[in-house]
């Protein structure tokens, strides 16, 4: 059983570029939430996702936008890529009805460099 | 504002020497705190959740407890193989999000 996938595990942008990144949730997972970890930080909270759509947002600006598709799988997109954008990009997936506590299962990652 | 406070941000253990992680937190309701192992380049690994004062949780060599304001993750006899960043994270009653600490970096050294 494949495990939270992300893709591509690791991508060097220039600043005012734009950058997709794609997650696979966990199978007999239907929410997926978005986490940026800079380094030596706690993952900070983006968005999450249910049933394609946004279901709560954490401190991030517009330039920060997601996807969720029939299949589970998300896409999180950043515009206008700026120095601090560089980090390590968490997908975490949930099962399916899991409660408001439910724990977390995340994804090994994303790691953005912006020059 | 919901907050997570961790502490130390890092501890140095000699094999076999047991001691414990603290994690302070304030949160307008809690739905649950979680503790998680993530290792260096990899995404966090679930280890516990905690639901209400004085539970506890056990694995291994490690053991959570909680209070209404804090929770402890307890190290007993570590192995250098439980090195690793430590997250304490919790959930509130009105949202969906997870809120993390900035974690302990835990060095077993054999």
């Known amino acids: 059983d494949a495990g939270v996938t992300q893709s591509p595990t690791h991508l060097i942008k220039t600043r005012g570029q734009q950058v997709t990144l794609r997650c696979s949730p966990k199978?007999?997972?239907?929410?997926v939430s978005w986490y940026q970890q800079a380094l030596g930080q706690g993952p900070q909270f983006i968005f999450q996702y249910y049933e394609e759509e946004e279901r709560q947002r954490g401190n991030f600006p517009d330039r920060f936008s997601g996807h969720q598709f029939p299949n589970y799988s998300s896409e999180l997109n950043v515009n206008a890529l700026w120095l601090g954008d560089s980090a390590l990009y968490l997908c975490a997936s949930s099962p399916a009805g899991t409660p408001r506590h439910g724990e977390l299962f995340f994804g090994e990652g994303s790691r953005l460099t912006v020059l | 504002e919901d907050q997570v406070t961790q502490s130390p941000e890092a501890l140095r253990l000699q094999e076999g020497e047991s001691s414990s992680l603290n994690c302070s937190y304030t949160?307008?309701?809690?739905?649950?705190l979680f503790w998680y192992r993530q290792d260096p380049g990899k995404g966090p690994e679930f280890l516990f959740t905690?639901?209400?004062a004085g539970e506890e949780k056990e694995k291994e060599r490690l053991k959570a407890t909680l209070t209404k304001k804090e929770s402890f993750l307890h190290i007993t006899a570590p192995k250098p193989e439980d090195s690793a960043t430590y997250l304490c994270a919790v959930r509130n009653t009105g949202g969906f999000k997870t809120i993390f600490g900035a974690g302990t970096r835990l060095f077993v050294k054999a």
């Open positions: 949160v307008s309701g809690l739905r649950g």
């Open positions: 199978s007999g997972h239907d929410t």
């Open positions: 905690l639901y209400s």
